[in-house]
């Protein structure tokens, strides 16, 4: 199947006016480099739709729209489908339906058929639409949209905020084709469902994008406010609220502001509140700060977006890049100013501590973006901050703000076409065309020197630097799996990974000057003098008419099993009991996790006025370990649908001892 191919424009290669001897040999390197990034894209696009059921090619027995991490089921087995990873799966793919391959729709309204019917799944956090909502916050399923029921990294809660973003960019295209009942009735239910969640919860931890670490993720929590803050403005151009947008994204930005930065490191931190020992040095924020990205956005240290001084500083700062040059083997030799294959952070050991591909193209991505939004301001502000980041790629930075010339106004750069970005719809990432402020935006005065173009020739080129490391290691087919060898540069574990392939089409269509429209992160006010831990009560109902089935909203009571339980590496601990949601003594068990270790917890809703029997379970391999004590809870009444409890017990020895083995329905895999 021929896919859909955009010419690369030569946004960024005009922008290297000063010095013609040194552009005739970088724009030679990227007319090669130019061209190897059109053939992958196609390969990334097709590589993503392969792993979309129900048709893709690897994506057997996966319901409509539902996107696999990869397909492979050993070393590893992530043949399962995460809300995070279609969501910024999605992102991608939307977006290169937005600047022309119609034939993407028909994939991102199989997604929000699939998204509907996933907020509906009961599953280990809890039963989704009830007053708690606690559901959303599950990360994993099956691929054809039914439980997963293995101990895992529980809640996270980026998953919500982001498929919220991802949603909301679609409904302004609706809105921008005059389909307002689609987006309204069919899209925006879902929507309103994971803003409620998100101000309802982004106060409390769960875990990190890499699922290890239990705290406040600097990725979730940027997230978390963009959507807010675009969810408020949707709501808005609907004729519907979001009273929690607007109460709590203020907030969000506040602890955002105030909690992330380490000054002594000169670094963000990549999760706090956790008892994680790692250095915060992650792609995490990287990853983030590229998700929240607006070309209109304030270079400010607020909101982090690509070009603040507080992200180029962790970009380089001795830590993220820096942390890399000596750890990796294939990094040695490289000169202290160019780009290296990089990795999720240096303490990693997965599979040995390998780079990533969606890391490595995460630092070129975030570049791309960061010398767009100082062209678009038409100045650079270096600080003490960002001091080193610039004089890496350009020794001659000081601490100051650079001009552009005159030529960056209009007849400069700005108004070269193609165009494929930039829109101008009050809601952010619904129009794709010229920019808002096409063709009269002001003259910039002149520069007394070319240090300007210089300085983001050197910045592009140093981006572009990162591409060509991915370029070195990948196979002539095209093929992108999770990680790239740390020694030879052979690919290795997950293959064929979905992530990876939507990590490149994003970063080929910031590479090619495609930007969505602004979705207005100024417009969140001032942020607070003084951070209250702040919470909104959500509302939550099946967004049926995209295809969720129509469930019961009983009244629940929410109870949390919390067991002190000492465990073994590879062992894990469950509840079990005399209730569907707790397995009725069967093998559906419900797992727990430990973000307090040795405290095992599991939130779990149950009827109301109901006495619960139930014993907690050791798991090692197939073998399940029933402690030895009877207890009992009552869950008492209902009241305003909103009523808790907690269990405070300790493992209490060991009893009768179970084999059972638990199946992945997609495969003949079990464990």
């Known amino acids: 199947m021929m896919l859909f191919t955009l010419a690369i424009p030569s946004l960024f290669l005009l922008c290297a006016t000063s010095n013609a001897a040194k552009n005739t040999v970088l724009q030679s390197r990227q007319t090669s480099l130019d061209a190897w990034i059109a053939q992958e894209r196609d390969i990334a696009v097709a590589g993503v739709l392969a792993n979309i059921g129900p048709n893709g090619a690897l994506a057997q027995n996966a319901s409509r729209g539902v996107v696999i991490a990869a397909p492979g089921v050993v070393n590893p087995d992530y043949r399962y489908s995460w809300t995070r990873d279609s969501a910024l799966t999605l992102h991608a793919i939307e977006e290169e339906f937005f600047v022309g391959n119609a034939s993407l729709q028909a994939t991102v309204e199989d997604y929000i058929h699939a998204e509907a019917i996933r907020q509906t799944v009961s599953n280990a956090m809890g039963d989704t639409l009830t007053p708690w909502g606690t559901g959303l916050g599950e990360p994993k399923y099956q691929i054809n949209l039914t439980r997963f029921n293995g101990v895992w990294g529980r809640p996270q809660r980026d998953g919500p905020a982001l498929r919220a973003i991802t949603l909301m960019n679609y409904i302004g295209y609706l809105l921008s084709q005059g389909n307002y009942n689609e987006a309204k009735n069919v899209v925006w239910p879902i929507v309103a469902n994971d803003l409620s969640y998100t101000a309802q919860y982004w106060n409390l931890t769960g875990y990190d994008l890499w699922e290890e670490v239990a705290g406040s993720s600097f990725f979730t929590v940027i997230a978390q406010h963009r959507a807010l803050v675009q969810g408020q403005h949707v709501a808005s151009s609907l004729g519907e609220s979001c009273a929690g947008c607007a109460s709590q994204a203020p907030q969000i930005a506040c602890y955002i502001a105030s909690s992330f930065w380490n000054a002594t490191g000169g670094h963000i931190i990549a999760n706090i509140d956790t008892t994680s020992s790692r250095s915060g040095i992650d792609a995490n924020y990287l990853l983030g700060s590229i998700e929240i990205f607006d070309i209109d956005g304030s270079c400010d240290d607020v909101e982090y977006q690509p070009c603040s001084s507080r992200m180029l500083a962790s970009h380089k700062a001795q830590v993220y890049v820096d942390s890399f040059r000596s750890i990796y083997p294939i990094n040695s030799g490289t000169p202290a100013n160019a780009a290296v294959a990089t990795g999720r952070y240096p303490e990693d050991t997965y599979y040995g501590g390998n780079p990533w591909y969606l890391c490595t193209l995460s630092a070129a991505e975030l570049l791309y973006d960061a010398a767009a939004q ?263 009444p209902c009241g305003d649908g909103l009523r808790q409890v907690q269990t405070n017990d300790a493992w209490s020895g060991d009893g009768t001892v179970v084999t059972e083995n638990f199946c992945n329905p997609d495969v003949v895999h079990c464990w």
């Open 374 to 636: 100082f062209r678009r301001q038409g100045a650079i502000t270096i600080d003490q901050t960002s001091l080193a980041f610039f004089q890496q790629i350009y020794p001659n930075a000081t601490i100051g703000t650079v001009k552009a010339p005159t030529e960056y106004g209009p007849g400069g750069p700005w108004n070269h076409g193609p165009w494929g970005g930039w829109g101008d719809s009050p809601t952010g990432g619904y129009s794709w065309g010229k920019p808002s402020w096409y063709p009269g935006r002001p003259n910039v005065p002149a520069a007394s020197n070319t240090d300007f173009n210089d300085i983001l020739s050197a910045m592009t080129a140093y981006a572009d630097g990162f591409v060509q490391v991915v370029q070195k290691y990948t196979p002539a087919n095209g093929s992108l799996s999770e990680q790239y060898n740390r020694t030879t540069g052979e690919q290795l574990s997950a293959y064929d990974l979905t992530w990876s392939f939507a990590s490149f089409v994003s970063m080929a269509q910031r590479r090619s000057g495609q930007y969505p429209a602004s979705w207005l992160s100024r417009s969140s006010g001032p942020t607070p003098s003084i951070c209250q831990a702040s919470s909104a009560m959500g509302t939550y109902a099946a967004a049926t008419a995209a295809g969720a089935p129509p469930v019961s909203t009983a009244c629940t009571v929410q109870v949390t099993f919390a067991v002190n339980a000492s465990t073994t590496f590879g062992q894990n601990v469950y509840v079990s009991g005399n209730v569907s949601a707790l397995g009725n003594w069967a093998s559906g068990y419900e797992p727990m996790t430990t973000p307090n270790y040795p405290i095992w917890e599991s939130i779990t809703d149950l009827p109301p006025n109901t006495v619960i029997s139930y014993k907690y379970v050791h798991q090692n391999t197939a073998d399940y370990t029933f402690e030895v004590q009877n207890r009992t809870i009552n869950t008492g």
